[in-house]
């Protein structure tokens, strides 16, 4: 179907666009929250706990996320459960995301000086009042650039959803460039979008980089 207009392309592909920002936001959110608990768990469980959280952390970085997304997708169908392409990459991402933003945050937190928590605790403090009071905030404020920064990776890994059939933004280039027979032009478009996704993003996990170390100076 070579009749495709340039708006016929672009039509598509911004309805396919919102499937990835949905996945998007789905699998930072998702990831946030799980990250948090497995933070929590380091910074109070004991010594084993902290081992088997560094180890899902070194298991889910030292993989391929496409790998994970085939696990998800096909690892679960393996239970006789029947898992949709959305829940699979769902899935995955987030459990990715959780293993990336919890070693980022453990490492904001572990820069917080010593003297910090041995101030808290001289003030009497218990171990939840410490954190919310005292390091959490001071760790936050480290946190925030990366954490944002981070989030130009999860909107690029959503391209590698498209594997298992999800139709985001890639899938859907792919599909619409092999009825169009227009790949340049279909694949240039689609790197156009997820550049106008990301670029602001970067420029925003910068200026608050600036901002962060305007304010420790």
């Known amino acids: 179907m070579n009749q495709f207009t340039l708006w016929d ?14 996945l998007s936001l789905i699998a930072f959110v998702g990831g946030g929250i799980v990250g948090a608990l497995l933070l929590l768990l380091r910074l109070r469980a004991g010594r084993l706990t902290d081992h088997a959280i560094g180890l899902y952390v070194q298991l889910f970085q030292g993989t391929p996320l496409l790998m994970q997304l085939f696990l998800a997708y096909f690892g679960i169908a393996l239970l006789g459960v029947e898992v949709s ?10 459990l990715y995301t959780s293993a990336f933003l919890t070693e980022i ?32 905030p001071q760790a936050t404020r480290l946190a925030i650039p990366p954490t944002v920064g981070f989030l130009v990776q999860v909107v690029k890994g959503t391209a590698l ?4 059939g999800f139709v985001e933004l890639t899938k859907a280039g792919s599909m619409i460039s092999n009825a169009t027979f227009k790949p340049f032009l279909v694949f240039g478009c689609v790197a156009l979008m997820y550049f106008a996704l990301c670029f602001p993003v970067s420029l925003l996990a ?12």
């Open 161 to 164: 959803a498209s594997v298992i």
């Open 105 to 136: 945050w453990r490492g904001c937190v572990a820069a917080v000086p010593k003297g910090q928590w041995e101030a808290a605790g001289s003030l009497a403090l218990g171990f939840g009042e410490m954190l919310r009071h005292v390091i959490l």
């Open 85 to 94: 392409a959305w829940t699979a990459a769902a899935l995955a991402l987030t």
């Open 206 to 217: 910068r200026h608050l980089e600036r901002r962060t170390h305007g304010r420790r100076a």
């Open 9 to 22: 392309i672009l039509r598509n592909l911004l309805m396919a666009l919102q499937w990835t920002v949905a």
